[in-house]
């Protein structure tokens, strides 16, 4: 992270979009902050009900957050409104778990024509790395991408 930028508040989602849409009454409406020029992170504290075993959140719920992020960082940190996740990876290091405040980051390694390449990190409150990921996100025309999307 680079400690010389002043940290944004990115706009707020609009729709129904789980992660981030304010509109959906079941998403968990993450807000995200631009740490620098291809960095971002949210906060989030897991509920309860996201229990995998014992008070360790469930290993889905990782895949889940970290994609959340890394499609952030193509949208808001390059402008690119027209991908899909082609691939992503997860590695998990320690339990994360419910009812723990954590932060969620989202960044971007590369930007070609047809690929984008990002990396998610889940971290404790102390700043200890719990899980990381890697995803390449497939660029699509405008066109291509609405048709799919609907």
Known sequence: MDNNFHRDLLPEASGRCFGCGPENPSGIKLQFVKEGPLTLSAQFTPPEDWTGWGRIMHGGF??????EA??????ALINEHSFVTKEMTLKYYQPVYVD????????VVQNTEREINVRGEIRDDQGTLLTESTAIHLKLKPDIFHKNVG
Do not use: D, E, R, V
């Not at 723990?100 to 960044?107: H, L, V």
């Open 70 to 75: 890394m499609g952030w960082a193509s949208f």
């Open 62 to 67: 990782h895949g889940l957050l970290l994609n």
């Open 100 to 107: 723990k405040p954590i932060t969620i980051y989202g960044q």
